[in-house]
């Protein structure tokens, strides 16, 4: 992917009184993963959702493919998939129905496409459940299944692996570790570490 | 270089210290000019031909009734600058019109109806005038209460921002439909508040009155523009030089 | 004891190139898409949609019991009954536009998707219409009726209600947008909403008013016509605004 990089230069953000985000900056190349850490209020989701384009930061720039993402927001938007605390589910639509809403907004998605992405992530078993009737493992599995959907070249993840035992933990690690193969980046926010699967990455460290 | 004095009203120190030097300058004109228009329509305009001197409350009820709409779109302004270039101090401004545009509002809506139990007996009447001024205190408060509503002055800003944007649009079809629905229901009884017909010696008191009154805004908004400032920049590093213990 | 499930060990193909990945979807199918979903999620619960429907009927009951049984005298007040009770059952619909998906994280699903955001939020208003107005304004000959209006008023009441019912949807889409996330919003909600759609009831409860008294009501009509073309144009842009805002 020609363009496949993300450079973020002094990026100031303040949430009412406070000043979460303070001067961050880095920049990541394809195939490469960044890690965010920091303890609970320190920006991780503040900052995924300013890469997201979610919310506005008062200083800085974000750059992808060298241009500010700005310019064609909607664009850039198009080019990445933010995974958040909650999966974004409808809990009156069976799992297979999410996923062929959410992501067949973006590319159209074969049933079959859709059948393996479930299978993937070990979800074939409830796929034509109502996602009400789900514990929150199984809806992240179906978040993470509607992720690998996304072929977009970046990922902002906000704590990939909640809910998941280890063998989801695991998925995670493999998941990012293809994209990453494919030449994609992946910016994740987590608590610990990382599933070794990932490999190298890159650490940013949030402090409140 | 031409545009620096427009990039430094985005600075609220700058704003600051220039609403403090600017106040006295609207403010004593403003009591000036509204004194002497007081005088001159209360005192010195002769007795209209067929109200007689009923009429005099139209020195206070028209500058109430224009400012309302004026500080309405000035808020309006204000706020879609502040959130088309995200400048802080546009929401300020626009949140300090707010209360001063709903008491203009409000004075108008009371004259009016003082107005009216000369002339029609009641002390309503549905009158287009009277009812688009009643639909704009509902905007006002509105936007008043969608601020209140929200925790988080930078969104605040915005969502009440993006209201009074839509509700400013609204503001001439509201208008025209009330003024259209009036028409229909013309019975003689119902009788708009009419202009009296304005010899020049009525006519100077009134638009003394009206430059008096925005005179008068401009000072108080000025007032509370700093408040609003203080208040939203409390945190910041200059607001300690600037105002002593 | 504790139960180890084994994975069938398939070979997964692996969804790895971007070269295999399904075309890129326009803003017209996407939001073709929202409206679909919408609309099942709807009929999923098939309980709330009778809620504002109900809620019409109760209001519209209310104007004989305050005011009077003859039909004659409730024909005066029948144009401003059925709109009043129009306007503040669409206002209890309102609240629940966007609010569901802000909260599952959907809403902001769709600001990412890279789609068109108004076109999105049109197609759900449209959903929201379809499901919440035009019940509604087939409810509205029947309460008209009750309310001592002639059978050959009813056509002409019927298109007055379709068209208002647009314009309140979209006004209300804007409302929605902007109390998102606010707790307890309902009563705001209707301060903000209720005068910017003052001009909908005054040309519609017109409207009513010619239909009864079996006049000609071209003029009203085509107002509405005109502020539902005005909502369709600039509506969704501001609700998209709204939304955006609420999310930051």
Not at chain 1, 77 to 92: F, I
Not at chain 3, 139 to 161: D, E, K, N, R, Y
Request: glycine share 8%; hydrophobic share 55%; proline share 5%.
């Amino acid at each position: 992917m020609p363009e496949s990089s993300l450079e973020v230069d002094n990026l100031h953000l303040w949430r009412g009184e406070q000043h979460v985000l303070r001067g961050v900056g880095f920049a990541l190349g394809a195939g490469q993963c960044l890690k965010v850490t920091g303890a609970n209020g320190a920006g991780k989701t503040s900052l995924l959702r300013t890469l997201a384009g979610l919310m506005y930061p008062e200083e800085g720039e974000v750059r992808w493919g060298g241009r500010n993402v700005r310019r064609d927001l909607r664009a850039f938007q198009g080019a990445l998939a933010y995974l958040g605390h909650e999966p974004p589910l409808k809990a009156d639509l069976t799992a297979r129905e999410n996923l062929h809403y959410w992501i067949g907004s973006r590319r159209r998605l074969s049933a079959a496409t859709l059948t393996q992405s479930l299978a993937r992530v070990g979800a074939e078993a409830f796929a034509e459940r109502m996602v009400r009737t789900l514990s929150a493992g199984q809806r992240r599995r179906v978040a993470l299944a509607g992720l690998a959907l996304c072929l977009v070249p970046l990922w902002l993840l906000d704590e990939p692996a909640t809910n998941l035992d280890a063998d989801g933990q695991t998925l995670v690690g493999s998941l990012i570790a293809e994209q990453l193969a494919r030449g994609g980046l992946a910016v994740a926010a987590v608590h610990h570490e990382l599933p070794a699967a990932v490999g190298a990455v890159q650490r940013l460290e949030l402090t409140a | 270089m031409r545009f620096t004095w427009f990039h430094r009203l985005g600075s609220p120190p700058y704003v600051y210290g220039l609403a403090r030097r600017l106040t006295p300058w609207f403010a004593w004109p403003a009591a000036g000019l509204i004194l002497y228009g007081l005088w001159g329509g209360l005192v010195t305009a002769p007795p209209d031909y067929q109200q007689g001197d009923g009429f005099r409350i139209i020195y206070v009820h028209a500058p109430s009734a224009w400012m309302s709409l004026m500080v309405y779109t000035t808020l309006a302004l204000a706020a879609a600058v502040g959130l088309i270039w995200r400048i802080k101090v546009a929401h300020a401004a626009a949140a300090s019109c707010a209360a001063i545009g709903a008491s203009f509002t409000v004075a108008a809506l009371v004259t009016g109806s003082l107005w009216g139990r000369p002339m029609w007996g009641t002390y309503w009447q549905w009158d287009p005038r009277l009812t688009s001024e009643l639909v704009l205190f509902f905007l006002y408060l509105g936007y008043m209460g969608l601020r209140a509503g929200i925790e988080d002055t930078q969104r605040a800003d915005r969502a009440s921002a993006l209201l009074a944007v839509v509700g400013v649009v609204n503001v001439p079809i509201i208008h025209y439909s009330v003024t259209w629905w009036n028409s229909l229901h013309q019975a003689p009884s119902v009788m708009a508040l009419q202009k009296p017909t304005l010899a020049v010696a009525m006519l100077v008191p009134l638009l003394v009155m009206l430059l008096g009154f925005t005179l008068f805004f401009a000072a108080v908004f000025l007032v509370r523009l700093r408040a609003e400032i203080l208040v939203r920049e409390r945190a910041s590093s200059w607001i300690a030089e600037v105002v002593e213990p | 004891m504790s139960v180890r499930l084994v994975q069938p060990a398939v070979a997964v193909p692996a969804l790895n190139e971007y070269a295999a990945a399904g075309a890129p979807v326009g803003a017209l199918e996407a939001a073709a898409l929202a409206l679909r979903r919408d609309l099942k999620l709807a009929f999923r619960k098939p309980a709330q949609l009778v809620q504002p429907l109900a809620f019409f009927a109760l209001v519209t009951m209310l104007f004989p019991l305050a005011i009077s049984p003859e039909l004659a005298q409730l024909r005066q007040v029948a144009p401003g009954a059925l709109w009043a009770a129009a306007l503040l059952a669409s206002l209890l619909a309102f609240e629940f536009l966007f609010r569901d998906d802000a909260l599952d994280g959907t809403l902001e699903q769709y600001v990412l998707s890279g789609q068109s955001l108004t076109a999105l939020l049109f197609a759900k208003t449209l959903a929201h219409w379809l499901l919440t107005g035009v019940p509604l304004a087939c409810m509205t000959p029947f309460a008209a009726l009750s309310l001592g209006a002639p059978t050959s008023a009813l056509p002409g009441i019927s298109a007055a209600v379709v068209l208002g019912s647009i314009t309140l949807s979209l006004i209300g889409s804007i409302g929605a947008g902007i109390t998102l996330g606010i707790k307890r919003s309902s009563a705001l909600l209707s301060l903000l909403t209720l005068p910017l759609s003052l001009p909908v009831l005054i040309f519609g409860a017109r409207a009513t008013q010619l239909a009864i008294a079996g006049g000609a009501l071209v003029a009203p009509l085509e107002l509405l016509a005109a502020l539902a073309v005005l909502g369709v144009t600039l509506a969704p842009l501001a609700a998209a605004a709204a939304v955006r805002i609420s999310l930051e």
